[in-house]
């Protein structure tokens, strides 16, 4: 409600909350009419990206689109500036992707996100996200096509729906900070207290486990769903990640991929020897 740009509604799902957060919404829907939805609670627990698919599904037809964790905070020109960057661009497939800054949960400075290719090739959104759901804005083009028309599957809102910008439409980088993000503690642990405990989480949450296997997983499903509409420079590129079985070609095409796939050196290493090991 501080957004100074006006025209904005926001429409709001329960994920199966058990306190009073249903209760609290409604007392916003009833202190700013017209301005707060309330979807019909439905009792199921979709967690994320599940629940940002449900509301682009059951919300009103508008112009543009944002996603709002419920940790994050948005700066008061969030909007506006997103606004007025979409409207330089008249084609349709349109995304905004803005910079944001890192706090703690006691609104204690982090950190400010890296800065970002304002030109973002194929390859930095297959297996890597340069930015996050809270500060992309698209239009109804982007909803309708990879939302409506064509079911996202289980991978997260953000990198799904920035791919298909960058193979589709066109993404438009801003470097300004929109929003606040919230480091939890234990995120905190993770991501911002040095290479050592980057290279362990890495270790653990994709050397050890099926994350990457699942993220080949949903690349995979994207290649499959749009392989006829993809350029073709994209659809080769898009085929060297997720052949099954490509033999020994295959594998030096990717272990040795001339280029970054990823922003941080350590994701790079982890990457590339998930690859060596053939893991994915």
């Not at 009419?33 to 682009?56: A, T, W």
């Not at 606040?180 to 989480?201: C, F, S, W, Y």
């Not at 099954?244 to 990457?271: C, D, M, P, T």
């Amino acid at each position: 409600m501080e957004q100074t740009y006006p025209n904005i509604i926001v429409t709001v799902r329960d994920d199966g909350s058990t306190d009073h957060t249903v209760e609290i919404v409604r007392e916003y829907v009833m202190k700013y009419p017209g301005k707060i939805v309330l979807l019909e609670p439905d009792g199921e627990n979709l967690k994320c990206p599940g629940s940002f698919y449900r509301i682009l599904e059951k919300c009103e037809k508008a112009d543009y689109y944002a996603f709002c964790d419920q940790d994050d905070v948005w700066e008061p020109d969030k909007i506006k500036w997103a606004v007025e960057k979409l409207e330089e661009e008249e084609q349709e497939g349109k995304l905004y992707l803005s910079s944001y800054d890192y706090y703690t949960e006691d609104g204690a400075f982090i950190r400010h996100f890296p800065p970002q290719n304002p030109e973002i090739p194929l390859r930095e959104v297959l297996y890597h996200t340069p930015g996050s759901g809270f500060t992309i804005v698209f239009d109804e083009w982007i909803r309708k096509k990879f939302v409506l028309e064509n079911r996202p599957g289980k991978e997260m809102h953000d990198r799904w729906l920035i791919r298909a910008a960058v193979c589709f439409g066109k993404v438009i980088y801003d470097p300004r900070s929109t929003a606040r993000h919230i480091r939890h503690e234990e995120a905190v642990t993770v991501e911002d207290a040095g290479n050592k405990n980057l290279l362990i989480h890495f270790i653990r949450n994709e050397l050890l486990s099926d994350v990457a296997v699942e993220a080949k997983r949903d690349l995979t499903y994207f290649y499959k769903v749009f392989q006829k509409d993809l350029k073709e420079k994209d659809r080769r590129l898009m085929e060297i990640f997720v052949r099954e079985h490509g033999g020994v070609k295959n594998w030096f095409q990717k272990v040795f991929y001339k280029k970054r796939l990823r922003s941080r050196l350590l994701g790079e290493i982890a990457l590339r020897m998930l690859f060596f090991i053939g893991k994915i």
